[in-house]
């Protein structure tokens, strides 16, 4: 496992951060979002009001993989926290991924969150859906043909969900 500190996203990280999204786009296999996306857009989804993202940085401060967490719905769906992950292409296969899904578990937990969605997980990324199963999510819906995969066309995409803790200890709805 290599060495990494986890810790918020800053601004000055942003460079970085946009490089391993703009590779992943570039690839077509894992992300709805297309290479055409602006750098705004970018910048919106990774460092927006709202949004807690996380980056994974080397020793020498290298970004190397990166989270980002919200709530998956507004008001009556707020308790579910939604996340999206990425790993440096020339970083993966180093446990980067599972390091920063454990400590996005933490994290949601720890900011109140009693269970985690994935809305769109592309059924051909074997690796995350193997991890995320390892985390302890579990595929609960498929949506055909949801996701264009650039090599491959039209492939199924995966809602996958955790409760994050026992609904018999959760708070009533009005609280």
Do not use: C
Request: aromatic residues 10%; hydrophobic residues 45%; proline residues 5%.
């Amino acid at each position: 496992m290599i060495d990494l500190e986890l810790r918020p996203a800053q601004e000055a990280d942003f460079d970085a951060m946009w490089a391993i999204f703009s590779a992943h786009l570039e690839f077509g296999e894992t992300y709805v979002f297309t290479p055409a996306t602006s750098r705004e857009a970018g910048h919106q989804y990774w460092l927006g009001a709202g949004v807690r993202s996380v980056v994974a940085a080397s020793p020498t401060g290298r970004i190397l993989g990166m989270y980002r967490m919200v709530p998956n719905q507004v008001g009556r769906g707020h308790h579910v926290a939604n996340a999206s992950y990425m790993v440096s292409p020339s970083a993966q296969g180093a446990g980067i991924g599972r390091l920063m899904g454990e400590h996005s578990l933490v994290e949601a937990r720890s900011l109140g969150f009693l269970a985690m969605q994935f809305n769109h997980v592309v059924s051909t990324n074997a690796a995350a859906i193997g991890l995320w199963k390892k985390l302890g999510f579990s595929i609960v819906g498929t949506l055909p043909k949801a996701f264009r995969h650039k090599r491959l066309g039209y492939v199924d995409a995966y809602v996958m969900y955790q409760l994050l803790q026992d609904p018999d200890h959760w708070p009533t709805a009005d609280e």
